[in-house]
């Protein structure tokens, strides 16, 4: 119980929603329950170029922020033909996966290109109600690509 606790200040603190009770003469607000969307792994259905795209995921923070979370340890993407399943496991240290039961991000899957503008190969809403459910697959396309993202949401 006292790790929830430190997990849910800690995620209070990286979100910016401090505690309103703290400047006097203020109402008390309903204290947030917090979740965590847990990355699985990522299929590759259809690859949107050549050989191979070169894939990574951001998602929107608490700020409307585009955070890269996946892959993670300062890798800048991971390749991905058709066929290819990859863990997605590195990402999930990132801060910027928790959330309110009451709230939703956006993840979004980007094909990396060194010549021009990165290409959008599809996005899904995640909400923090999606709490307790077994593992989601959601399929997401463009540019040419079809993708599959296995995540969990999960109560911290």
Same mark, same amino acid.
């Not at 947030?32 to 990355?39: A, G, M, Q, R, S």
């Not at 290819?84 to 956006?106: C, F, H, P, W």
């Given at each position: 119980m006292r790790k929830n606790r430190a997990v849910r200040a800690a995620a209070t603190a990286l979100l910016g929603l401090g505690s309103l009770g703290a400047?006097?003469? *203020?109402? &008390?607000? /309903?204290?947030?329950?917090?979740?965590?969307?847990?990355?699985? /792994?990522? &299929?590759?259905?259809?690859?949107?170029?050549? %050989?191979h795209d070169e894939?990574? +995921? $951001?998602? *929107? %923070? #608490?700020?409307?922020?585009?955070? $890269?979370?996946w892959p993670g340890? =300062?890798? $800048?993407?991971? *390749?991905?033909?058709?066929?290819?399943? !990859?863990?997605?496991?590195? =990402?999930? =240290?990132?801060? #910027? +996966?928790?959330?309110? $039961? /009451?709230? #939703? !991000? *956006? +993840?979004? +899957?980007?094909?990396?290109?060194?010549t021009s503008g990165d290409d959008k190969l599809g996005a899904t809403l995640v909400t923090g109600s999606e709490v307790g459910a077994e593992t989601q697959w959601r399929s997401v396309e463009g540019s040419g690509g079809v993708y599959v993202i296995g995540y969990r949401v999960v109560d911290i």
């Open positions: 400047f006097a003469g *203020t109402a &008390h607000a /309903e204290p947030i329950d917090y979740v965590k969307i847990e990355l699985f /792994e990522l &299929h590759c259905q259809q690859n949107s170029e050549g %050989d894939a990574y +995921l $951001k998602i *929107t %923070d #608490a700020n409307g922020n585009a955070v $890269k979370v340890n =300062g890798i $800048k993407y991971q *390749t991905m033909g058709s066929g290819y399943v !990859r863990s997605m496991a590195d =990402g999930n =240290g990132n801060a #910027a +996966l928790i959330l309110g $039961k /009451e709230q #939703a !991000r *956006t +993840l979004t +899957l980007w094909d990396y290109d060194s």
